[in-house]
């Protein structure tokens, strides 16, 4: 196997599809958030980012949700709102991101007198401007937003209403995030009947802290185009040892023949227990089995990582080769929550005329 190198890595081009803004915060800019409307942190600013990464890596749920706590807390206004979303676009494109869907609740971001839809446009402000200074700095990225309602929470018709109203603007589609257990889809199964009515996509946190049943109605109520994680597809499948094949059970058939594609977070799924390492990580098998895997990070600052991280993490400790690595970017293209013709643009144009000039370079 060939390591190939962080600078290697760096320099390929990476599509995102699972990232939370609240999630990606530099942790400077939360200390200085903070301070601006009176937050106590748990850190002082020299220390803040070991903080998040500790509790991210406390494997305690209480722990790591409270690393959110304060995220959020700081992201109360029309400017902090901007600055973040400008801040997490200039980080993605500086790492080699080319197209980027950042998803984020609006309803958490309403105690200091914002609209939703305030907020939302905040957000496209500072996604915008991101933009637009990474071009100036010599990096393409294109960048949307994904608005999230929260499962335990009843908000989820205001979240489909505001990305039905604004799709088009910067909203590239819906999701649904929090506590599997206890608050499925089904729940509000008429919010998605609503959004399909609309052609707005959804993805759905499924199969990360619950199982096959948690994933089975992602699909079938809530009707998910893509799924959150989904990595406990792997629970449907029993893997064959000793040259023998796997076999598969309804579920997983289901999710490889119609090709779901698996937003796959590696180093947040072994700090929530989803996974135990990456070595062992059910995305290589579930690749191998041409399951439609794509790579994500899922909380940057949570988890200290980066889309280069990943990809390195992969390739030291699951053997991934420069090949593999284009095959997830490419499923994740072609699984964007934007028009073919804007896929095919990114696939052959971007990412696979990006990877044969790195390949060509290490000849």
Not at 68 to 89: I, S
Not at 221 to 248: K, M, N, S, W
Not at 319 to 334: F, I, K, Q, S
Request: aromatic share 4%.
């Amino acid at each position: 196997m060939t390591h190939l190198g962080a600078e290697t890595i760096q320099a390929l081009p990476k599509v995102l599809l699972h990232d939370h803004l609240d999630g990606g915060l530099r942790p400077g800019t939360v200390s200085e958030l903070a301070d601006a409307v009176g937050h106590v942190l748990p850190a002082e600013p020299a220390g803040l980012a070991d903080w998040f990464a500790t509790a991210g890596d406390s494997h305690s749920l209480v722990r790591y949700l409270e690393t959110f706590t304060h995220t959020v807390a700081v992201m109360q206004t029309a400017d902090a709102l901007e600055r973040v979303a400008r801040e997490a676009v200039l980080d993605l494109a500086a790492d080699g991101v080319v197209h980027a869907e950042l998803r984020w609740a609006p309803e958490q971001h309403l105690e200091r007198g914002l609209t939703m839809t305030e907020a939302v446009e905040a957000v496209q402000t500072g996604i915008d401007d991101g933009v637009a200074r990474a071009a100036a700095d010599g990096h393409t990225i294109r960048a949307g937003q994904i608005l999230t309602a929260m499962r335990q929470a009843d908000r989820w018709t205001e979240v489909a209403d505001l990305a039905i109203a604004l799709a088009g603007d910067g909203i590239l589609g819906c999701d649904l995030a929090g506590p599997e257990d206890g608050f499925p889809p089904g729940r509000h199964d008429q919010v998605w009947r609503h959004l399909a009515s609309h052609q707005v996509p959804v993805t759905i946190h499924a199969g990360e802290a619950a199982g096959v049943d948690s994933v089975a109605e992602a699909l079938h109520t809530g009707q998910a185009l893509r799924l959150g994680h989904g990595v406990r597809i792997a629970d449907d499948i029993t893997f064959g040892t000793h040259g023998a094949p796997a076999e598969l059970g309804p579920v997983a058939h289901w999710v490889r023949d119609q090709q779901i594609p698996l937003e796959v977070c590696p180093v947040s799924n072994t700090q929530t227990g989803a996974a135990g390492s990456i070595a062992t990580h059910p995305i290589t098998r579930l690749k191998e089995l041409d399951f439609a895997v794509t790579l994500n990070t899922d909380n940057r600052l949570m988890s200290r990582t980066s889309m280069t991280r990943e990809m390195m993490l992969l390739n030291t400790e699951a053997g991934w080769t420069l090949d593999d690595l284009l095959d997830v970017t490419v499923a994740a293209a072609w699984s964007a929550f934007v028009h073919h013709d804007e896929r095919r643009t990114l696939v052959e144009q971007v990412i696979v005329p990006g990877f044969q000039k790195i390949e060509r370079a290490q000849l």
